[in-house]
């Protein structure tokens, strides 16, 4: 998942949304943002901001801006002053408008880079940010703020400044994808970086006014620091986690990091305030040996430090993931049975060791997984106290995991029983994230475990789980209703109902599954919004709302390609977006050509061949050869044009992209500048789209090329013990997935063999095909989830892979029960990170749709560009000749 779910998923408890239209009712708004203003000065709402400025000054396109910083306690004054000075002075200034989004954006896991902002100034030129940086110096000495990490600090103050893009100029990066600009003195656009440390473009000077800050800043972070980093294990607002080593012994520790009045939780703390407590937690509970030893605790430079003694080992998710038996291809009994003794004998070493730290009287308020290292002999280490308390204490914690945490838990106590039930489910089905989201799901998973795995005295395990988490009559409420009244009934009432289908019952009808997404999907429309139509991942905010992968284009595509009802409002809707106006990004499934292609295919060809000219006058700024957002995908979209409507400029695009792509290929040139191999960003995309031109054209050398492409993936994937092959995401996993994944590369492996006999990829095919057959997804979407395996084993199921595929497909059907979810008595599955519902093509229902569709249709239709018509021979035909023929069918 991207950083930005984080934001996203304060907004709603439902669907991700932006923070600005957060439902939460008090909001505690700041009175700046509804004071009188002065004639002659206008007031706008920019997203999360406030935007003030005398009607007859138009800032500079770019400059030297300032930030104020502020803490939750000292904004409402620092504010006013601010507002104060800036009206005054005629200083164009925008201002966050409540204590809730200051809160937001200055939490633990907020974009690092803009943090601890309250208020930003535009001043026209560097004599007036330096006249404004003296003055509002004076006027806010002692008002504190945290450390804009992107700037320069001026002083002590709450004042930094940075050089960048004062209006919205947009570019696209190295990734193809649109990011904020700024302009260089010959008028070309390249990105403004915003990165959490303070740094200037190369042909910007430093302004002398500047120089003395920049030297106390350089002569604070080179003063003597008694430990040498030697690696950064985690980065938050809050400060960093670092493997280092003591400069006068060498003595390996881990150094945590806490930044002044930064990473805030709920209840406003800041990080200090929590590295505090764990230093007294930790010194309190000194004598237990799975608790990591306190080795010392400093200050340097305003930030606190806490030197932790090394505990050598992999998290407890690492050691799930390695080692989950039902991430195997068919296990055995045997294997299933025995999984289940060691996980369960890893689970009672954690309980026994947070017993004995609840007999010290201390709580440990956020146990989940990722807070637990295991050794390689089995022992296991409790890390991270920061929202630990004593038994004595009045103290809620204001943190926790979805899924693990109780919010509705008085005490630290009955949170870490909680917890220790929720990961003795997690340990066998990962389906925690979802709890919050329904209230009968912590049942359904417990009846699950007990029905696949051999759990010792069921009936005991199973009243402890019952017990701890909360579950009366088959239900447990995972959101505490203090939190956000409104946003928790609102939950309440839209995800209560029960679906009005079952995926996992064995007599399941999978058209009234099909239609059942498909009427949640509808359910969800908001066509009275211009942001969004349909909810799904955060990227469609920065995307646009008519984007293919996470926008309204996938979804109605989706939608018409399975053949569900697709109202003509929703592609009015899609209409009305292109004439207002869209990022102007081409790639396919995040920019233009989706887009245009999706319009073409829901029977508005003209808007959609509108949308082209633009469209291609960005190609030559586009770098990378992915499908995702690169030239492949925008190559592929030229030539169903070209085909369709015999459109000369598509092809003269497609035979300039061609160019571009073979040569890439012929010198291994890579996308973007982190190659990620598979489907979606890698040469596996380049690979169809060439093998499109050698169909497009008879030209057998395009031919060569895609055979070429797709080695080059071959060669990023390694066979893992189960003998499949999987991409290699280097120094960290493997991948099977269809978007990033391995799954990809047969999609296109197929296409290939269609035309020409290559061993190679004949083996890959039946090496990958293997990931397919695991009984455990943790996720079900699309792009990265269940939903992709499946649609790629039905196309791949024409193919000798060793094993049939009809059984595999069957229970991967039956298996989407584990995460389905109701939304208004309709079907719903969670995106990216199951934290919230997502109704898109590349993470959402209307991926899942496509996905049960291809299991169910041979014919039907994956993703675009693949083929519809597969090649089958007539034996092949009437073996998949109806849906409910087929194993899927016959159950």
């Known amino acids: 998942m991207e950083g930005n779910h984080h934001l996203f998923g304060w907004s709603d408890l439902i669907f991700y949304d932006t923070p600005s239209r957060c439902a939460i009712e008090s909001q505690d708004e700041f009175a700046a943002t509804t004071r009188q203003l002065p004639v002659g000065w206008r007031r706008d709402a920019e997203g999360v901001w406030t935007v003030l400025r005398p009607e007859d000054v138009q800032p500079p396109r770019q400059g030297w801006k300032i930030h104020v910083s502020a803490t939750l306690d000292g904004a409402p004054r620092t504010l006013d002053v601010v507002w104060e000075y800036c009206v005054a002075h005629g200083l164009p200034f925008k201002h966050l408008r409540d204590r809730h989004l200051q809160l937001l954006l200055g939490s633990k896991y907020a974009p690092r880079s803009s943090a601890g902002k309250v208020v930003v100034l535009y001043p026209s030129d560097e004599t007036r940010c330096r006249t404004a940086l003296e003055e509002l110096s004076e006027l806010l000495a002692g008002h504190p703020g945290p450390y804009v990490l992107s700037d320069l600090r001026w002083g002590d103050g709450p004042l930094h400044v940075r050089y960048g893009a004062f209006r919205e100029m947009w570019v696209l990066d190295e990734d193809d994808e649109l990011v904020a600009a700024i302009e260089r003195p010959d008028g070309t656009l390249v990105p403004d970086r915003r990165r959490p440390v303070f740094a200037v473009p190369g042909w910007v000077s430093i302004p002398d006014f500047l120089r003395p800050h920049l030297d106390a800043r350089n002569a604070a972070t080179g003063t003597d620091f008694p430990y040498r980093i030697r690696r950064a294990l985690h980065f938050s607002n809050g400060g960093g986690v670092y493997l280092a080593e003591r400069v006068a012994d060498g003595r390996r520790v881990v150094l945590k990091e806490a930044r002044p009045h930064a990473g805030l939780d709920r209840a406003g703390h800041d990080a200090r305030t929590r590295l505090r407590r764990e230093r007294e937690i930790l010194d309190h509970l000194a004598d237990i040996p799975e608790v990591p030893r306190v080795e010392a605790y400093f200050t340097a430079w305003e930030h606190e430090f806490l030197a932790l003694e090394e505990r050598v080992g992999e998290g407890l998710y690492g050691w799930a993931g390695r080692r989950h038996v039902l991430l195997r291809p068919d296990p055995g009994e045997d294997e299933v049975a025995d999984y289940t003794r060691t996980a369960l004998r890893l689970l009672d070493r954690v309980r026994d060791v947070v017993e004995r730290i609840h007999a010290r009287g201390v709580g440990i308020g956020d146990l989940h997984p990722g807070n637990i290292l295991v050794a390689e002999d089995g022992a296991v280490s409790l890390l991270d106290f920061e929202t630990a308390s004593r038994a004595d204490e009045s103290h809620r914690p204001t943190m926790g995991a979805q899924g693990f945490a109780a919010p509705w838990h008085p005490t630290g106590e009955a949170r870490d029983r909680h917890a220790l039930a929720a990961m003795r489910l997690w340990a066998f089905l990962p389906n925690n994230r979802v709890f919050p989201l329904s209230p009968t799901k912590v049942e359904q998973t417990l009846a699950a475990v007990l029905e696949r795995f051999p759990i010792p005295d069921p009936d005991s395990f199973a009243a402890e789980i019952r017990r701890d988490m909360g579950v009366v009559d088959g239900r447990c409420e995972q959101v505490a209703p203090d939190l956000a009244p409104a946003l928790a009934e609102r939950r309440r009432a839209l995800l209560g109902e029960p679906a009005d289908v079952d995926p996992g019952a064995e007599d399941a009808d999978w058209e009234a599954v099909r239609t059942s997404l498909a009427d949640a999907i509808r359910l969800s429309a908001t066509p009275e919004r211009r942001d969004r139509l349909f909810p799904g991942d955060p990227r469609q905010f920065r995307d646009g709302p008519a984007s293919f992968a996470h926008g309204a284009a996938g979804v109605l595509w989706a939608l018409t390609v399975t053949g569900r009802e697709c109202p003509d409002e929703y592609v009015d809707w899609l209409v009305a977006a292109?004439?207002?106006?869209?990022?102007?990004?081409?790639?396919?499934?995040?920019?233009?050509?989706?887009?245009?292609?999706?319009?073409?295919?829901?029977?508005?060809?003209?808007?959609?061949?509108?949308?082209?000219?633009?469209?291609?006058?960005?190609?030559?700024?586009?770098?990378?050869?992915?499908?995702?957002?690169?030239?492949?995908?925008?190559?592929?979209?030229?030539?169903?044009?070209?085909?369709?409507?015999q459109d000369p400029q598509s092809r003269r695009q497609a035979e300039r992209i061609a160019e571009r792509v073979v040569d890439a290929v012929t010198r291994g040139w890579r996308a973007g500048s982190a190659p990620r191999p598979g489907l979606m960003y890698g040469w596996s995309g380049a690979a169809l789209f060439l093998l499109r031109c050698f169909e497009s054209t008879g030209d057998k050398s395009y031919l060569d090329r895609a055979v070429e492409a797709l080695g080059r993936d071959l060669d990023d994937c390694v066979v893992v013990a189960d003998g499949t092959l999987q991409v290699l995401d280097p120094g960290r996993r493997t991948l099977s997935y269809l978007a990033t994944g391995s799954a990809g590369i047969a999609l296109v492996a197929d296409?290939?063999?269609?035309?020409?006999?290559?061993?190679?990829?004949?083996?890959?095919?039946?090496?990958?095909?293997?990931?397919?057959?695991?009984e455990l997804a943790v996720e079900t979407h699309l792009f990265n989830g269940r939903a992709g395996l499946i649609g790629t084993l039905a196309r791949l199921r024409r193919h000798d892979l060793g094993f049939d595929p009809d059984p595999v497909l069957a229970g991967h059907l039956r298996r989407t029960a584990a995460l389905a979810l109701s939304y208004r008595g309709r079907l719903a599955f969670p995106g990216e990170g199951s934290l919230r519902l997502s109704m898109d093509l590349a993470t959402g229902n209307a991926g899942v749709l496509l996905g049960l569709t291809a299991a169910l249709d041979p014919s039907a239709e994956l993703l675009p560009f693949l083929r519809t018509d597969l090649g089958r021979t007539s034996a092949e035909a009437s073996r998949y000749g109806s849906p409910t023929d087929r194993a899927v069918g016959g159950r």
């Open 578 to 645: 292109v004439d207002a106006g869209l990022p102007g990004q081409p790639g396919f499934h995040t920019g233009l050509h989706g887009t245009a292609y999706a319009l073409d295919r829901l029977g508005r060809p003209d808007s959609a061949r509108e949308l082209l000219p633009a469209a291609y006058a960005l190609t030559d700024d586009v770098r990378g050869i992915s499908l995702f957002t690169g030239l492949s995908g925008i190559g592929l979209n030229a030539l169903h044009f070209a085909a369709r409507h």
């Open 751 to 774: 296409e290939v063999l269609a035309h020409r006999e290559e061993p190679r990829l004949r083996s890959a095919i039946r090496a990958i095909a293997g990931v397919c057959r695991p």
